[in-house]
């Protein structure tokens, strides 16, 4: 089974390049979803058929899907969301509104998850091609896996316990009944937080799970996929591939394009130097835009040739960790950001990590929770924590 992600800045052709690689995948025989979790949903124009919030066949073995959010929330969110309108209600607000409030900020995106878990689970795909949001969207999507459940999960159990304490009191009164959740209300939250947290897992197992980056040779694509880079390698997630869209071709070198031609050959340099362990690959800008399947399957043609798209393009390991004499060594990697916007903290069990406007707390395994930190070294784009032998 492979989840594969595609994600970039806006317009620079993950839709495209997403859809060439689920046709490809297809055509090689794989059972494949191509799933738009992007809420400016591209793939049906693509396909110029309608696609929408339930799968529809596009083509032999494969499979499209443009999650609707509203949709999975309200087939979903089910007690929770009755709570919370009942809740609103109770403040006095109309009732339709307060439905359509209910749809916490936030909760979109982990129906989002929920639903690319689901198709995962279903046993019906042997490949799931993601068609994320641009960059900061998709991080804050995957992300979600991570900080926000952890947050959540804690704040959950203490509120439950609390509430316990105060529900016999709190139900004998009518007008308060709404401001009391009930276990079932807890129970979809629960449900939520172990799905979102187990695709989280998924997500960083890189046999699995691969981050693809989408950009164009232009120096604002090119800064924003550095940070990128940094950023879901910061949290864990697996890259394996750096597509570089809309190059133009030699054909183009002379003329009105000339001086654009020359430099894009200086950018596409500096990608590759920016990005050395990773599988890089140049997409032509064509000379009509990839839409319907023959155009993407060409399209397929020219980026991948005879390489399998569903393969682990190349392996960076953002995370590893190294015994040596006795002592752990925890390694991140994270180029392209200055040592100075890089901060390293512990709290008990949980190491905090800050890396621009980034904040992964990273639960230390087993093996190192009663370990002091010895150093922490930040050379070459790569951050090194040694953790002393334990305490006798
Ligand atoms: N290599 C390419 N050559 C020509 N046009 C392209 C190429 N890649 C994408 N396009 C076109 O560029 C536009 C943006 O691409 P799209 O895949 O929708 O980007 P994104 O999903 O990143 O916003 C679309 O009109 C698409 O057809
Ligand atoms: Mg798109």
Redesign the pocket.
Known sequence: MRLILYT????????????ATAVRVAQLGRRTLLVSS?L?H?LSD?FETRIGGDPVTVAENLNALEVDALKEIRDNWGPAQDYFAGFLAYLGMDDAVAEEAALLPGTEELFLLTRILKELESDQYDAIIV?CS?TAGALRLLTFTDTACTKLNRLLNLERQVLKLMRPVMNRFKAMRHIVPSDKVYGTFEDLIRDVGHLGEILKDPEVSSVRL?LNPDRVAIAETRRAFTYFGLFGFPIDGIFV??VLPRELADGYLHDWFALQQQLLESIDESFLDVAKFR?????????GLPPLSR?ADGIFGEKRPEDVLSVTKPVSIAREDGQYRLGFWLPNIAKHDLNVGRKDADLILTAGNYTRVFSLPDSLVDREIGEAKFDDGRLTITFEAAPA
């Open positions: 970039g800045k806006g317009g620079v052709g993950k839709s495209s390049i997403a859809a992007d400016a591209n693509i068609d641009p989408v869209n809309k997409v032509p800008l064509l000379d009509s835009e990839p839409i399209m």
